[in-house]
């Protein structure tokens, strides 16, 4: 199993941003696919997840109404839509996979598999 974590890079804030997580040896459609974050000094923090069947999302309030999580079964890829971008979303973004029951999956000891990172930075 592969998650392949790109698109991300250095932006002025409100730039907006999308992140992409292509996923080999599973399939999104079967998998609940989520995003986490872990600025410098910080530990590594839930941002979004998607349902592996409903395609229900859930995200946390920190980037509610400003972050769009989604997925193209045809491509088997996760995307994360970051717009509104602040400084203070500078972190590195790693996608993630799991079966975990719903309600669990802003948890991230829930998630099996775990793509590399990619880089986030936002300038004021």
């Known amino acids: 199993v592969q998650l392949q974590a790109s698109g991300g890079g250095l932006v002025q804030a409100g730039t907006p941003l999308r992140l992409s997580c292509a996923a080999s040896?599973?399939?999104?459609?079967?998998?609940?696919g989520g995003w986490f974050r872990q600025a410098p000094g910080k530990e590594r923090e839930f941002v979004a997840a998607?349902?592996?069947?409903?395609?229900?999302?859930n995200y946390a309030d920190s980037v509610k109404g400003r972050f769009t999580i989604s997925r193209d079964v045809t491509k088997n890829t996760v995307y994360l839509q970051m717009n509104s971008l602040k400084p203070e979303d500078t972190a590195v973004y790693y996608c993630?996979?799991?079966?975990?029951?719903?309600?669990?999956?802003?948890?991230?000891?829930?998630?099996?598999?775990w793509g590399q990172g990619t880089q986030v930075t936002v300038s004021s």
């Open positions: 993630a996979a799991t079966v975990v029951v719903w309600s669990a999956a802003t948890i991230e000891a829930n998630y099996y598999y």
């Open positions: 040896g599973l399939t999104f459609g079967r998998y609940s």
């Open positions: 998607i349902h592996r069947s409903s395609g229900a999302t």
